[in-house]
């Protein structure tokens, strides 16, 4: 028999131990999908000070004492944690009080900067290769998520080419987000381990004069994926570039766009353990409870209880669009229609998202913070889901919301474009709404077919079925990951590097 291909899958945040954003329900869900493929597959990620440990047990791993990473020439040490999910896939957590005792995991708690983001990115990635040598790691693939992690490509082809467990692995390099580069003054070069030649042009850290770690990701990984088909090809325009659009397209031969899937057993509206009621296509009875309940968590009163739920979930950046919500939201609040909304992130959006609350506090809630139970709640009880996001890679949550029933209304961007299907009230095909151009008027229009075929009560619960029906699991993405792995192999051995 072929041995299974071996995948160390390196992220900076994973559910349920760490989570700001869908890049953790990924990094939770697709080790596990490839190992169901067949393949070998561990998981590493930074171990956090709040690392979620119910239902997990850990373990430490020894690391003789002598082991340290270096950082502007000072020695650090680390130390690892394992521990498996239930099917046995296995985690290992870096760490070192130096940089990870201390809450938060992009920044500190009020979203303050942490100060040394940079030296707590160099210590992870540097730390991860300490551990390949001295856990003698001898995988096939090194996977790397997002610039938080591309350091680790730069110390396996720059500085440990010559040792042979470090240079066997194909490197690939999974972009989740093209806004987050990782931008830092060419003078950092020295904290990052490098001579200050190698922060000027040409070089895979170099970019516009400074230092950019989504580059260098890109420029050494043999294969470079993003995570919807759609994306992978905005990205190669100036709209969605962000600057990186050159470069992207200049690689595009190894460039590839693989759509995420979702974890259906943590989102499945018949056993979810946040839900009261459960549901499924062939009853759907218990979405109505759970639409209930979902009311009075919110503090409207159930006699608005035939009336539509537009609901909400999300990192409030500018990349979610919510700016055009508050837009139409007075005009749509004033008709009958109920809004409950989650999420946390820039202060402006908050307090929109608040104020327009407060002007309509029978029919609308917010909560600000992270909240995993309500989001599932508002997924399974409101009747529509709205995210009209500027640009997504992937999104998560209108597959999320499709899964349990929810209509979603989205901008036709990116992964919300290859996830939903406009609805047809004559041929009763489609899933959801979708608008074009990224405007409050387009948003409205959008919404104003969702809740026209809202009114139709049958037709309506054929596009929840519709929505419930489709396929979201992981296992043809993880089918697409191996051909991905197996084309990394192929350009590794052969030389190529775009
Ligand atoms: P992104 O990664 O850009 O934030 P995704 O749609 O891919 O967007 O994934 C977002 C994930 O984070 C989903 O699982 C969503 O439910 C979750 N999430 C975002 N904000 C919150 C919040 N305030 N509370 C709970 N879960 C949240
Ligand atoms: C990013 C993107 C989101 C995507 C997620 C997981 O955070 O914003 O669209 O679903 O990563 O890949």
């Not at 930074?46 to 047990?57: L, R, T």
């Not at 990635?125 to 680790?152: F, G, P, R, S």
């Not at 353990?273 to 159930?302: F, N, P, Q, V, W």
Request: charged share 25%; glycine share 10%; proline share 5%.
């Amino acid at each position: 028999m072929k041995p299974a291909i071996s995948v160390l899958f390196v992220s900076f945040e994973a559910a349920p131990f760490a989570k700001v954003g869908g890049l953790a329900d990924v990094a939770g869900s697709l080790p596990r999908a490839l190992r169901r493929a067949g393949a070998d597959v561990r998981l590493v990620i930074p171990d956090f000070q709040d690392i979620a440990v119910e239902g997990f047990e850990f373990e430490n791993v020894p690391i003789p004492s002598d082991w340290t990473v270096g950082i502007d020439f000072r020695p650090y040490s680390f130390r690892v944690r394992e521990t498996r999910f239930p099917d046995g896939t296995p985690v290992w957590l870096v760490g070192g009080d130096d940089f990870f005792a201390r809450p938060g995991i992009y920044n500190a708690p009020g979203g303050e900067p942490f100060g040394d983001e940079l030296e707590r990115i160099v210590f992870f990635n540097k730390a991860v290769v300490e551990v390949m040598k001295c856990l003698e790691v001898d995988v096939d693939i090194v996977h790397l998520n997002d610039y938080q992690t591309a350091l680790i490509a730069a110390y396996m082809r720059r500085l440990y080419g010559n040792e042979e467990r470090l240079a066997r692995p194909a490197l690939c390099h999974s972009i989740h987000n093209l806004a987050y580069q990782g931008v830092w003054p060419a003078e950092r070069i020295q904290t990052m381990g490098f001579p200050p030649e190698d922060a000027r042009y040409p070089s895979p850290f170099e970019w516009q004069g400074m230092i950019n770690l989504m580059k260098t990701g890109i420029e050494l990984a043999d294969m470079v994926n993003t995570v919807s088909p759609r994306y992978a090809m905005e990205i190669q325009t100036k709209e969605f570039g962000a600057g990186l659009e050159d470069l992207l397209r200049g690689v595009s031969g190894k460039l590839r766009g693989i759509l995420n899937g979702i974890d259906t057993e943590a989102w499945n509206p018949a056993t979810d353990s946040h839900l009261k009621y459960h549901y499924d296509t062939g009853k759907l009875s218990g979405k109505r409870g759970c639409k209930a309940a979902l009311l009075k968590e919110a503090g409207i009163s159930l006699d608005r209880l035939d009336l539509p739920v537009i609901g909400m979930v999300g990192r409030l950046v500018q990349q979610k669009g919510i700016d055009l919500i508050l837009e139409i939201g007075d005009a749509l609040l004033a008709t009958d229609v109920n809004l409950v909304a989650l999420g946390s992130g820039a202060k402006e959006i908050e307090d929109g998202l608040r104020g327009l609350c407060a002007r309509h506090p029978d029919r609308a809630g917010v909560k600000i913070g992270f909240d995993e139970g309500l989001a599932h709640r508002i997924t399974a009880g409101a009747d529509i889901f709205l995210m009209p996001s500027r640009y997504e890679p992937c999104g998560l949550n209108q597959m999320y919301a499709q899964r349990y029933g929810t209509i979603p209304v989205v901008h036709e961007v990116g992964g919300l474009a290859d996830t939903v299907t406009e609805w047809d009230p004559s041929t009763k095909a489609g899933t959801g709404f979708l608008f074009r151009d990224a405007e409050a008027g387009a948003l409205s229009d959008a919404l104003g077919r969702a809740l026209l075929a809202f009114q139709d009560k049958r037709a309506w619960t054929e596009l929840v079925k519709n929505a419930m029906a489709v396929d979201f699991s992981w296992e043809r993405s993880a089918k697409g990951y191996l051909e991905f792995y197996a084309e990394a192999i192929e350009r590794h051995r052969g030389g190529k590097s775009a």
